[in-house]
């Protein structure tokens, strides 16, 4: 079946990197986006930035920019997501989600979720 | 402050319908699509509908989308227990370049 396994739990200091991954299987890796969407504690959906998998071109939402780095390895279908300068408000729940087909008609809908990757930041 | 704007919560007894609003503008809502997703206490976030009103498959015709303008509707009928959770729009915002959600509704079913 489709699915896409991430990585788990990770504890950060301040000013860390952390790299969150996401094994995809059940379909054909290379044809759909990939987006990351995070969730602080008891807060909503922040959608990150979406791949492509296939040419490994990248978007990043501003907030973002500078921070965050989207990269993936197509011999084990796999992407992953590095976000640096962690600080104490980057401390949530990192999704990874399928995106739309991309020589597909524009949905923007993420139809397959991982099953999320807590990533604390504490000094 | 989130660029989709929804109601913190709504409540209806089981067996009733209720709805939840998104509220945009003509930089996201009104020239996109939206999606809805459904995210069970503790769960996963779920594709509800997409493309304004389509269910996928496995998705209940209990759940329908509707999409007016600058505004996006997801109703549900027959309320069950069951469908307690948070619900969050979604659309593309060509301004910001990205995919904005709304902040959420929690669903209490009474």
């Known amino acids: 079946q489709v699915q896409l396994v991430q990585s788990g739990a990770e504890i950060k200091k301040p000013g860390a990197s952390v790299k969150v991954s996401c094994e995809a299987s059940g379909y054909s890796f290379s044809l759909y986006y990939m987006v990351w969407v995070r969730q602080a504690p008891g807060q909503g959906l922040e959608w990150m930035g979406v791949?492509?998998?296939?040419?490994?071109?990248?978007s990043y939402a501003q907030k973002f920019q500078g921070r965050v780095t989207m990269t993936r390895d197509t011999s084990t279908s796999t992407v992953y997501m590095e976000l640096s300068s962690l600080r104490s408000d980057d401390t949530a729940v990192y999704y990874c989600a399928r995106g739309d087909l991309i020589l597909g008609p524009v949905r923007d809908a993420f139809d397959v979720w991982g099953q999320g990757t807590m990533v604390s930041v504490s000094s | 402050q989130s660029v989709l704007t929804q109601p913190p919560s709504v409540s209806a007894a089981p067996g009733q319908q209720v709805t939840i609003s998104c509220s945009g503008s003509s930089s996201n809502i009104e020239n996109s699509l939206v999606s809805w997703y459904r995210q069970l206490p503790g769960t996963v976030p779920e594709l509800l509908i997409s493309?304004?009103?389509k269910r996928p498959s496995g998705i209940p015709d209990r759940f329908s989308g509707s999409k007016s303008g600058t505004s996006a509707t997801l109703a549900i009928t027959g309320l069950q227990t069951g469908d307690e959770a948070d619900y969050y729009c979604?659309?593309?915002?060509?301004?910001?370049?990205?995919?904005?959600f709304g902040r959420g509704t929690k669903l209490t079913v009474l």
């Open positions: 791949m492509n998998p296939k040419g490994g071109s990248t």
């Open positions: 979604a659309a593309w915002d060509n301004g910001l370049r990205a995919i904005v």
């Open positions: 493309e304004n009103s």
